[in-house]
């Protein structure tokens, strides 16, 4: 029998660790420490999935439709033109020359190194939050999987305030604020507030969030989205466990899957009812254009704010 010394030993055990250092890194690779690109079409889609992503479905609808429908696309496009691809270009430029995180990366210009700290503590805050909301997503996808859909009527975890009937919601001066049903309903007196919420809305209060009444009350673990966060915090730790090399090859799903889902939105939308008069609005004559005028709508139209650098480092 072969007999191993301590030093064999040791050998064996940083030869290993080593190994499991090295397991982003090919052997073909031109940067030995930080990995390069498999293919071309990796870095492209990585590129598409960062540009587009969650946002683009969940937040860009709501803000084109509060800041005047097709009139929001105007600085939008313009902020996209002078701010967003820019900087885009000048993020993967920066990051294909020195081939650095986004810390070692200004150190070619010191007194600028907090911006690279400050880019690492931002995506640590995005990335937190983002695992949040795919939770929350998650939870949704399996809670849907039920005949009748548990938010489609006022069931048992409802209150006496959850209502299916139409609510208006007025000012003093008799305007009318906010229509739950979307029906024909007009303020009949001045002074009306109805305090009723929709089955959508108390669920998502009463059984999604099972929100307390303040932040001075903690209340108890919600374990439907404990558990859904730690599922998309797996998603995400098997995305990236070998760097590179894994999430190059997850975004073959994750950079394609939006547009599926947007067409799929798309073509359900156009076949509802009044989809004609929804286009006009959102692209058509009934656009708001004098929303132009207010600094509120450029200010909803300048791009997420870009974490500089976030994909230093990435080697074709």
């Not at 990366?105 to 939050?129: D, E, F, H, N, R």
């Not at 002074?191 to 959508?200: D, G, L």
């Not at 359900?268 to 009812?273: A, I």
């Not at 709508?297 to 990435?314: C, E, M, N, Q």
Request: neutral net charge; glycine residues 8%; hydrophobic residues 45%.
């Amino acid at each position: 029998m072969k007999k191993y010394g301590w030093s064999s030993f040791t050998n064996l055990i940083f030869k290993n660790s080593a190994d499991e250092q090295d397991a982003h890194v090919d052997p073909g690779d031109e940067n030995p420490e930080r990995g390069n690109w498999a293919n071309k079409t990796d870095y492209i889609l990585s590129m598409i999935g960062y540009a587009v992503g969650l946002g683009n479905i969940w937040r860009f609808p709501y803000l084109a439709y509060k800041n005047g429908g097709g009139a929001f696309l105007i600085p939008y496009f313009t902020m996209l033109v002078v701010a967003g691809i820019p900087l885009f270009f000048l993020e993967s430029a920066f990051g294909q020359f020195c081939s650095q995180g986004p810390i070692n990366a200004w150190k070619a210009v010191p007194i600028l190194q907090g911006v690279g700290i400050a880019a690492v503590v931002v995506t640590l805050v995005v990335s937190i939050y983002y695992n949040v909301i795919i939770a929350y997503s998650l939870y949704y996808m399996f809670a849907s999987m039920q005949s009748p859909l548990p938010w489609s009527d006022c069931f048992s975890w409802a209150d006496s305030s959850c209502s299916n009937m139409s609510a208006v919601f007025c000012n003093e001066s008799s305007v009318l604020t906010a229509n739950l049903t979307q029906g024909n309903n007009t303020c009949a007196s001045s002074n009306m507030s109805v305090s009723v919420q929709s089955p959508s809305e108390q669920y998502w209060d009463r059984v999604a969030l099972q929100r307390s009444s303040g932040l001075d009350e903690t209340g108890p673990v919600v374990w439907h989205l404990a558990l859904c966060l730690l599922l998309s915090s797996l998603f995400v730790a098997a995305a990236l466990i070998r760097g590179i090399k894994s999430s190059g090859k997850v975004v073959y799903f994750t950079a394609t899957f939006p547009y599926v889902v947007i067409l799929i939105l798309l073509i359900r939308g156009v076949t509802l009812e009044g989809a004609r008069d929804g286009i006009e609005f959102y692209i058509g004559s009934k656009s708001n254009l004098t929303k132009l005028t207010e600094a509120e709508v450029w200010k909803d139209a300048r791009l997420r704010p870009s974490i500089l650098f976030l994909l230093a480092g990435v080697d074709l």
